[in-house]
């Protein structure tokens, strides 16, 4: 059993994070220095186990060509622990015309046709799905949610900082990860930070796998298979 979790790129000019968990949840591999699609399947049938579920932070199914699609609605609607969640509303055009290609749908399809796997969650079996870290982090630490460890307005770099040690705390005191530890001696910098994010992503998407199988999670799945779909997991303990 593997669990992979990729919080993937727009574009391969910019790097995707990735990471592999053992049916134990141990680290077999993250990195934030993958950039090309054909790296990334290369990763997957490396560290392949039946069954694998690799869980992208990226749209994977969009059949509209404009508007939004009706996950992003049904998740707006919706409140995880009393958390409201918004995820990037995304159609064919724009995906397109700004990045030049739906490109987790690419990888999806590269998998489908080289490995067989299925798009959808399917217990015991090779499957991809979407997800996304902001919706994993409500599902399973709710109490400690949000973490504003992304920079953007009203983030700044020392604040993301900040909080994303306090997130990779919460997982060290948690057993979870151990490989990321921020040494704060280093000068920290938005690359520096970017790096790291791109890592905790891709462990947050790996684990939500983990934690269906593992761990009794709840399956949370926001629109449907055909017209595009959100999986998140939810602890209801």
Not at 113 to 140: H, Q, R, S, W
Not at 215 to 224: A, E, F, S, W
Request: charged share 25%; proline share 3%; hydrophobic share 40%.
């Amino acid at each position: 059993m593997r669990y992979i979790g990729i919080d993937l790129a727009w574009t391969i000019k910019n790097e995707t994070g990735i990471c592999v968990l053992d049916e134990y949840g141990n680290i077999l591999l993250l990195s934030a220095e993958v950039y090309s699609n054909d790296e990334i399947i290369n990763i997957i049938q490396d560290f392949y186990q039946y069954p694998t579920i690799v869980a992208i932070d990226a749209p994977i199914v969009v059949p509209n060509e404009t508007g939004s699609r009706p996950a992003e609605s049904a998740l707006a609607r919706d409140r995880i622990h009393n958390h409201r969640i918004r995820a990037f509303h995304c159609s064919r055009s724009y995906l397109t015309k700004q990045y030049g290609s739906i490109r987790a749908e690419k990888i999806a399809q590269s998998l489908i046709d080289a490995m067989n796997f299925k798009i959808g969650y399917f217990e015991g079996e090779d499957c991809v799905v979407e997800t996304f870290p902001t919706g994993i982090i409500a599902g399973l630490f709710p109490e400690h949610a949000p973490f504003k460890y992304k920079i953007k307005k009203g983030v700044n770099t020392q604040l993301a900082g900040e909080e994303l040690i306090r997130l990779t705390s919460l997982f060290e005191e948690n057993g979870l990860l151990n490989d990321l530890a921020i040494n704060t001696k280093l000068k920290y910098s938005r690359t520096l930070h970017k790096h790291l994010e791109d890592q905790i992503d891709a462990f947050l998407c790996a684990y939500t796998g983990y934690s269906l199988q593992y761990k009794g999670t709840k399956v949370l799945i926001y629109g449907d298979y055909s017209n595009g779909f959100i999986l998140l997991p939810l602890d209801e303990k």
